[in-house]
């Protein structure tokens, strides 16, 4: 990922799907927008239709999801979006939402990467900014989940998903690395669903999430195996969490440049470990311009 021009869609474009957390009817569109815009979310359901641009500053804490809110406004589930923005290089965006959260979809992002596919990219004159992780840093979550960043020598975003619940979880232990790229990124990482105990749906549907989502809307792993579905490759879990990696490194605005090596972690440590890396760039900067 050398240093490159911005980029949006040459034409609007959009995607439909059901939302995972209400049940409602949600419609994604897709629309150009000027360098240095930064992708932002506008809820046109909504009074006054506000806009909540998909960044740190906007984050809101959440459980197992990434969420933004602004402005009156509130996105939840933007990280797949995110990811299948960031993956095809499409810097500059504005998605017009009528839904408090993204559609669900088949649980990967691959429905947006087809429609953004469809619409085709333009590049645009001012420089995507970069982010490059200037010396190695660690996050470690309360459960002992870890991801660390370390600088690379070569250009590119490269990330290591090791997925290891213990011997006694349905979820066999796997891992998957790539060198992210909108090649790789459509060929190796947009299918990969996301995926959920069916211990644990009980107490999801007690809190009201999911009244129409079933098995066949993404993994669901039983002691037996994955329920009414099939996997489409046998490490699709760890893909998938590279997937969400992407997408919660695309709210920092900069093509992340580094090696990352993950260990089960999830959204909350994926953005703390983008905070430090943005403190500790921001340090170097200060450094370079005392010296
Ligand atoms: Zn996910």
Not at 194 to 210: P, Q, R
Not at 212 to 228: I, P, S
Request: proline share 5%; glycine share 8%.
């Amino acid at each position: 990922m050398a240093s490159r021009n911005q980029r949006t869609i040459r034409k609007e474009t959009s995607a439909e799907g059901v939302g995972f957390l209400t049940g409602a009817d949600v419609s994604l569109r897709f629309l150009p927008a000027p360098e240095n815009h930064g992708v932002v979310f506008q809820r046109v359901d909504l009074n006054g239709q506000p806009c909540v641009p998909a960044a740190h500053d906007f984050l809101v804490p959440r459980q197992r999801r990434t969420g933004i809110s602004g402005n009156g406004a509130t996105i939840e589930l933007v990280e797949h979006v995110m990811s299948a923005l960031a993956g095809l290089q499409v810097d500059n965006c504005l998605i017009e939402i009528n839904a408090p959260e993204t559609p669900g979809f088949d649980g990967s992002c691959k429905a947006v990467v087809d429609a953004l596919l469809i619409a085709d990219f333009e590049e645009q004159s001012a420089t995507k900014p970069q982010l490059r992780v200037p010396k190695p840093l660690h996050v470690t979550a309360e459960d002992g989940s870890m991801i660390d960043a370390r600088p690379f020598g070569r250009e590119g975003q490269t990330i290591t998903y090791l997925l290891d619940y213990g011997p006694n979880s349905p979820i066999p232990a796997q891992s998957y690395t790539v060198n992210v790229t909108p090649e790789t990124f459509v060929n190796e990482i947009c299918f990969a669903r996301t995926f959920i105990l069916d211990s644990e749906i009980a107490s999801l549907k007690a809190l009201g999430y999911g009244p129409r989502t079933t098995a066949k809307d993404l993994l669901v792993f039983t002691a037996d195996g994955v329920l009414d579905n099939e996997l489409k490759a046998a490490d699709e879990c760890a893909r998938h969490k590279i997937l969400d990696c992407i997408g919660d490194f695309a709210l920092t605005g900069c093509d992340v440049q580094g090696y990352f090596n993950a260990w089960r972690t999830g959204h909350q440590t994926n953005h703390e470990l983008m905070r430090q890396l943005q403190d500790a760039s921001a340090a170097e900067d200060l450094e370079t311009q005392v010296a």
